[in-house]
């Protein structure tokens, strides 16, 4: 087994070829909470990996039950994966809860069985799952002066959720899933077959623009976070945060043209946005 500095050099070597962009914010923390980052980044990865591997549901769900079985064992000092002797010490040195790793390995197994989503408080369950408990994780790494910090930070992931549901609502739909409420494809008048067809009607725009207007609401609601960081993170947020946010703009700009690629903002863009929102990490509270 890896020791522990190898573990954190494996991560890394992950997070570096994986994470994107987001992998330069990683280095504007102090080290012992950027190791922490690329050990999160990497079990969040491992994860979706398994989860995205081609195959029978049955050898996914094995799969995933056995890397449900490691991680606990991991957690009580049993390692059988590289990513462990780190994984474990990010939790230990920033007190992680549990529940929130168990609550990541639970949304990506919802994708094995759930392939629509009747409302949008069933969808809401997804999302937490998936994007906010994440958002839960970083702020234990990054530090937090009150519990306040909690309900931002779970908004802050439902907003980023529901924008790559959105950017993805073709792509998503060519592997046989619908994220967005069959509620709201009634309230609207869409439905499946004008999906599989392109259809970009009225109707279409109305029920993208009414899940972009819901983001929106989180989006503000996880402004409220950055007053409750340490200060050195405070900035690295905002960027990730107003990142997403860019994409949900251009997206409602150009009319949620989602069947011609998928929308990026620009590499130039990312840097403008890191610089914009970077000197909030020495701003006093």
């Given at each position: ?6 573990s954190f ?6 997070s ?18 950027s ?18 591997e081609p ?8 799969a ?7 991680t ?7 390692f ?17 809860p ?6 990541v390995l ?16 069933d969808?809401y369950?997804y999302?937490y799952?998936v994007?906010s408990?994440?958002g ?20 802050a ?8 549901i ?12 619908i ?16 999906l ?26 996880a402004?409220?976070?950055?007053q ?12 990730m945060?107003h ?11 150009n ?8 929308v ?10 890191l ?11």
């Amino acid at each position: 087994m890896l020791s522990q500095k190898e573990s954190f050099d494996y991560c890394r070597r992950i997070s570096k070829t994986q994470a994107g962009n987001f992998y330069l914010t990683f280095h504007l923390l102090p080290k012992f909470k950027s190791d922490s980052m690329c050990a999160l980044y990497a079990f969040m990865r491992i994860t979706d990996d398994i989860a995205d591997e081609p195959g029978e549901i049955s050898s996914i769900r094995k799969a995933l039950g056995d890397w449900r079985e490691s991680t606990l064992k991991a957690l009580n000092g049993q390692f059988s994966h590289p990513i462990h002797p780190a994984f474990v010490s990010m939790v230990q040195r920033h007190e992680v809860p549990h529940r929130y790793l168990m609550d990541v390995l639970d949304g990506v197994e919802m994708d094995l069985d759930i392939h629509r989503y009747e409302s949008f408080e069933d969808l809401y369950k997804y999302c937490y799952r998936v994007a906010s408990v994440v958002g839960l994780c970083c702020i234990h790494i990054w530090g937090f002066n009150s519990e306040k910090a909690l309900i931002p930070a779970e908004s802050a992931g439902i907003a980023l959720q529901l924008t790559n549901i959105i950017r993805d609502f073709k792509e998503d739909f060519s592997r046989g899933r619908i994220y967005l409420p069959r509620e709201d494809f009634t309230r609207f008048g869409y439905d499946e077959i004008k999906l599989s067809r392109n259809v970009r009607d009225e109707s279409f725009f109305n029920l993208l623009d009414f899940q972009a207007t819901r983001a929106v609401k989180y989006y503000e609601e996880a402004q409220e976070l950055p007053q409750f960081l340490e200060g050195n993170s405070r900035g690295i947020f905002l960027a990730m945060l107003h990142t997403y946010k860019a994409i949900l703009d251009k997206m409602r700009t150009n009319k949620f043209d989602l069947f011609n690629g998928r929308v990026r903002i620009s590499t130039f863009r990312k840097i403008c946005l890191l610089a914009k929102y970077l000197p909030y990490s020495w701003k006093s509270s």
